[in-house]
C-alpha cells in the first residue's frame, strides 16, 4: 500500500494508531505479505521506533 503526500498524514496516523478508528486498511496489517509505504509527508505525525 502507498500513501503519499500531507493529506494522507492523518488517516495514516489513524491507520497505525491502535485507535478505535476502523479503517480497511487496518485489515491490512499484520499481514506479512502487504507492504505500506509512506512519504515522508505522508509520515509526519509517525513515530520512528528503533530497536
Do not use: C, W
Not at 509520515?43 to 530497536?51: I, M
Amino acid at each position: 500500500m502507498v500513501m503519499t503526500g500531507e493529506r494522507k498524514a492523518d488517516i495514516a496516523r489513524k491507520v497505525f494508531s491502535n485507535s478505535e478508528y476502523r479503517l480497511p486498511a487496518q485489515e491490512l496489517l499484520g499481514h506479512d505479505h502487504i507492504d505500506f509505504f509512506l512519504d515522508k509527508d505522508a509520515a509526519k505525525y509517525l513515530e520512528v521506533l528503533s530497536s
